[in-house]
C-alpha cells in the first residue's frame, strides 16, 4: 500500500508571500490529485497530475515521477488560499481508490 | 448546477441506531465514492461503485452497506451505529477512474456524524 507524506503539516505566512507544499509517495502511481479543504469542511479538486506540470491563475503542481515526488506552489498568496491542502494517488487498482495525505494547513495573515 | 448534493450536513446517533446518508449527483457520473475522515488522518474509502448496480468495497467498509439504484443516487447505510463510526464522511463523483486522462473528483460537503 502506498505511503503519502505530506510536508510541512502546518504553515503560516505572510500575504505575499511564495508557499510550497510537498508530497511524496512510496509506491509508483497513476495519477495524482492535490485537493483544497476549506474551513468549512467541503473539499474542491485543484488539480490531477500524471506527469510535468500544471497551473492554473496563481497556482502551480509539478510531478516528478521517477523521484516520486509532487509539489504544490501557491504565488502572491491571498488570506483566501488559507485551508488545508491535501495530495492523494491514484494507484493501479481502482479498488485501492485513492490513498490520501494527512493534509497541510495552509494559514496566510494579512 | 448542483454538482454533488449530500444530506444531512450533521447528525446524532445514539449506538445500535440505523441511517442512511443520502449523496446525489446531477452531472451523469459513472463513478461514485464514500469516504471517511477521520482527526489527523487522511480520507479513507469505503465503498464505491463504478455504474448503476455495481458496487464494491473500499479500505474500510465493516459497518456500512450500499446501494447504486440509479446514475446519479449512492446512499450509504450504517446498520448499527458504533461509537468507531463517528466521522465526517464526504461523497464523491467523477466521470471515470481517478487515474485516467485529466480526471478530477467533484465531492460533496460533508456529513459530521456523531455516534454516542
Known amino acids: 500500500k502506498n505511503e503519502v507524506e505530506q510536508s510541512p503539516q502546518n504553515l503560516t505566512a505572510q500575504e505575499g508571500e511564495f508557499i510550497t507544499i510537498n508530497c511524496s509517495y512510496s509506491v509508483g502511481i497513476s495519477a495524482l490529485h492535490w485537493l483544497q479543504q476549506h474551513p468549512g469542511g467541503g473539499i474542491v479538486s485543484l488539480f490531477m497530475?500524471?506527469?510535468g506540470k500544471k497551473k492554473h491563475g496563481r497556482l502551480i503542481a509539478t510531478i516528478n515521477i521517477q523521484e516520486k515526488h509532487s509539489s504544490l506552489h501557491i504565488t502572491a498568496s491571498h488570506p483566501r488560499d488559507s485551508a488545508v491542502y491535501i495530495c492523494a494517488v491514484s494507484g493501479s487498482l481502482l479498488a485501492d481508490g485513492l490513498t490520501f495525505g494527512k493534509g497541510t494547513h495552509l494559514i496566510i495573515q494579512p | 448546477n448542483a454538482g454533488v448534493t449530500q444530506t444531512p450536513k450533521f447528525r446524532i446517533l445514539k449506538i445500535g441506531q440505523s441511517m442512511t446518508l443520502q449523496c446525489t449527483q446531477d452531472?451523469?457520473?459513472?463513478?461514485m465514492y464514500w469516504y471517511r475522515q477521520d482527526p489527523g488522518m487522511g480520507l479513507k474509502l469505503i465503498y464505491y461503485?463504478?455504474?448503476?448496480?455495481?458496487?464494491d468495497k473500499g479500505e474500510v467498509p465493516n459497518g456500512y452497506n450500499v446501494s447504486r439504484s440509479t446514475t446519479e443516487d449512492f446512499p450509504l447505510r450504517l446498520e448499527l451505529a458504533a461509537p468507531s463510526q463517528t466521522s465526517v464522511y464526504f461523497c464523491?463523483?467523477?466521470?471515470?477512474?481517478?487515474?485516467?486522462?485529466?480526471?478530477?473528483?467533484?465531492f460533496g460537503s460533508g456529513t459530521q456524524l456523531s455516534v454516542l
Open positions: 452531472m451523469n457520473h459513472n463513478y
Open positions: 464523491a463523483s467523477s466521470y471515470s477512474a481517478t487515474d485516467r486522462g485529466n480526471e478530477k473528483l467533484f
Open positions: 497530475l500524471s506527469s
Open positions: 461503485s463504478v455504474g448503476a448496480g455495481i458496487t
